[in-house]
């Protein structure tokens, strides 16, 4: 395989010269006679940095958060001087949707470096304009020789470990942003509206870890303006805001953008919560989550309002976004003998089975937010992912993945592995029929990654129905561990453009690679 260099191309070196070096943002030239400080007092602001997602070939969304009522306005153009620069007019931000808004960008070139900023105008005089803040990203190719490469994690701000300025806030993001990936995919847990972020904390060798905090952050989340504050806690963080500037994202949710373990239906036992129908909780998030992210799939974009979908990504790759939280039912023993609805719900497996079949690129990347093989309990006797210990035939929700997985073997679908994070560890499977209880099968990869910036937990057991082998496992040996003790874990995937061999390497906080797999293309099972 070419081997892609962890800093900038020439075609991207002169984006990290520039703005995105520091905070995103360009000079405005102040009125005659005035100080910069005066010249754009009572103008909106973009504190929060900008954001691009669910990129293609000639289209991507743009996110922004003003601090006021503003016009969102956005110029793009091939360099960063922005000569010749393009304007597309945004909507118009408000209270509606938090100050937050997404522009789509279409008709770009394929394959291209394309610099974008945001202006924020003032509703009633659009000659008062804030900074404009900065952000690229390079649009999908059309050709199979380009290198592609991505990164993907979970887990943010976790556990009560939040943004720490004494360690320099979530490093992580700098690092991986030095990585120069195509694009990051989230693989859930976002956020933890579940988790208050105290203070302090007392680590085990007596030291503390100071925690930047906010209102919204004190207690669990329940209204709409504490969803929508725990989502712009990260923002906070530089290394995020500069990451997102550069970086754009594919973005899945999981169960900590509500509640632990949450399934819909459930009614809470929580005093913490006043809110006890975890329905109009997940209501309210989605609402919060579709504000701060651009997704396509989600409001205003569309009005089906779903999270999985299927993202592009070239003739090399296509990234099948699943949501395992939305559809599901209620945590059980999970050990039924028929179970229609599953993990997924009927639709959304009906959907995958389809577009798994259409698809006719070279690699499927099966985005998961848990995991298959690995048992991952709800209290004493219930189940929160797919496995639930039982090493026999399919049962419960392994009834859905079987059929999914029988589905690929005979529609001979190749090129398909499993992407995930959510257990707080790192580790890679190999799943096989020679070892599996169900055999109807064709083997595949599953790799865990995470967290970016919440506690590290023990591994759990796998379960032996769908014959997993564990060819690597990084995981504390007791839970919760801080990020100043166990370092954070992030996962990257080459696809080499013309071997078309696709490199999954593990990797932690400091840039050691702990684990790397080479797949070939063009094979049913690996």
Known sequence: MSQRQPSPSPRRRSVLRGSLAVPAALAVPALAGAAPSLALSGRPKA??????????????????????????????????????????????????????????????PAGEQIHYRVLLADPDDPRRTGKPVTGTFRTTPKGRKEDVRFLWSGDIAGQGWGINPDRGGFRVFEEMRRRNPDFFLCSGDNIYADGPIPPSVTLPDGTTWRNITTEEKSKVAESLKEFRGAFRYNLLDENLRRFNAQVPSIIQWDDHEVRNNWYPGQILDDARYTEKNVDVLAGRSLRAFSEYFPISTLPPGDEDGRVYRVQRHGPLLDVFVLDMRTYRNANSPNRQPDDATGILGARQLAWLKRELSRSRAVWKVIASDMPLGIVVPDGRTNFEAVAQGDPGAPLGRELQIAELLRHIKHQRITGTLWLTADVHYTSAQHYDPSRAAFKDFAPFWEFVSGPLAAGGFPATPLDATFGPEQKFLKAPSRANTSPAETPQYFGEVDIDGGSGELTVRLRQEGGGVLFSKVLQPGRVGQ
């Open 47 to 108: 504190g929060w940095g900008v954001q691009a997602g669910d990129v293609s070939a000639h289209s991507g969304l743009v996110w922004v958060r003003s601090d006021r009522p503003a016009r969102m306005i956005v110029e793009t153009s091939a360099t960063e001087s922005f000569r010749n620069a393009r304007r597309w007019q945004g909507p118009l931000l408000g209270p509606g949707t938090d100050f937050t808004g997404t522009t789509r960008l279409r008709g770009l």
